[in-house]
């Protein structure tokens, strides 16, 4: 048994100096991520959109410019709550004893005090804000889905449009990986009661 184990984790570590392989043409029509599935004309022209995955076609009957300043507002959210809730874990909190809490413990005592709704106060001005600009950008205003023109170190301006096309995708990517791994970590610590790395 440990003789086959041991092969196959060889055998997989092998793998890793392989070339990445590149997406096969599709047929005609055809999904180059999902071959089996038709492509959504949708997705051309947008960031990650040269894969062609969208299995359930939502882009079909949704803009793709809302579709996408969702998934973006959500990825940029989960990249800051998973760096958040493993840190606290990791033990960087503000002094004081009351705060000597673990993420899952927080938010319950968080919300025994009344204090979710308070934070939902405070960011309602935010999403009502964020609501006039997407609905100016579905009328036609010209704004990017998910630009909200925040770049304090000018960093875009310096870039090329290849580069910033790259940069666009890397936080695509990421921030579907941050997504993924705060509903599994939030969904670990829950069921396993331990802090990080939550097993």
Request: charged fraction near 15%; aromatic fraction near 8%.
């Amino acid at each position: 048994m440990f003789r086959t184990v041991a092969l196959l984790a060889l055998a997989a570590g092998a793998s890793a100096f392989r070339a990445p392989m590149r997406m096969a043409a599709s047929k005609d029509g055809m999904s180059k991520s999902v071959p089996y599935l038709k492509k959504c004309d949708n997705l051309a022209g947008y960031v990650g959109g040269e894969a062609e995955f969208d299995p359930v076609g939502f882009s079909n009957f949704v803009p793709m410019d809302w579709l996408r300043e969702a998934e973006l507002k959500h990825a940029r959210v989960c990249m800051l709550a998973t760096l958040g809730f493993v840190a606290t874990d990791l033990g960087l909190r503000i002094p004081g004893p009351e705060h000597a809490l673990s993420s899952v413990a927080a938010h319950d005592a968080l919300v025994s005090q009344g204090a979710m709704t308070q934070l939902g106060i405070f960011i309602l001005p935010v999403e009502c804000l964020s609501f006039v600009a997407i609905q100016q950008m579905l009328a036609g205003s010209g704004r990017a889905p998910g630009d909200y023109g925040f770049d304090p170190l000018n960093l875009s301006a310096k870039m090329t449009p290849d580069q910033l096309k790259t940069m666009q995708l890397k936080e695509l990517k990421n921030g579907r990986l941050a997504m993924l791994a705060f509903s599994g970590i939030v969904t670990q610590a829950a069921l396993s009661g331990h802090g990080f790395p939550y097993v």
